[in-house]
């Protein structure tokens, strides 16, 4: 099971606050510009990780790009997941045998006579997250 301080040893990512407003929680994440979708600890730790979509990176089904990040230090985090293209991506409160939340990510289908969203669980294996089989 990778622990937080190993994962943190990664190349890491910066996470700066922009505003904050009615709307939410906007970042900066490495440069691109994101909302803050969800902070809390994936690992039920002390530790505030965060969810963001992109704000630039958004198609015209109404996915955007999310990433999953663990927090490591005062303003640095490692990627653990993503970007990947989904409507919304958020933590399910029960954490799996790894010690860390699963995550539901809902995706647009590419029915075209039943268009709908599919939902994708993921699972923290190996140091990032995964479809689960």
């Known amino acids: 099971m990778a622990k937080r301080q190993e994962l943190c040893s990664e190349e890491r990512v910066?996470?700066?606050l922009m505003e904050q407003s009615e709307?939410?929680?906007?970042?900066?994440?490495d440069g691109a510009l994101a909302w803050e979708v969800w902070r809390g600890s994936?690992?039920?730790?002390?530790?505030?990780?965060?969810?963001?979509?992109?704000v630039d990176d958004c198609?015209?089904?109404g996915e955007c790009a999310h990433a999953a990040y663990l927090a490591?230090?005062?303003g640095h985090?490692?990627?653990?997941?993503?970007?990947?293209y989904f409507v919304s991506l958020e933590p399910l409160d029960v954490p799996d045998e790894s010690g860390f939340a699963r995550l539901r990510g809902a995706a647009r289908n590419e029915d075209a006579e039943e268009p709908g969203v599919d939902t994708v669980i993921l699972?923290?294996?190996?140091?990032?997250?995964?479809?689960?089989r």
């Open 14 to 16: 910066q996470i700066d």
């Open 123 to 132: 699972r923290f294996r190996d140091g990032a997250y995964e479809p689960q």
């Open 72 to 74: 490591c230090r005062e």
């Open 23 to 29: 709307q939410g929680t906007k970042l900066r994440v």
């Open 42 to 54: 994936l690992s039920h730790d002390a530790a505030e990780d965060r969810i963001v979509r992109f």
């Open 77 to 84: 985090f490692v990627l653990v997941y993503g970007p990947d």
């Open 59 to 61: 198609g015209n089904w």
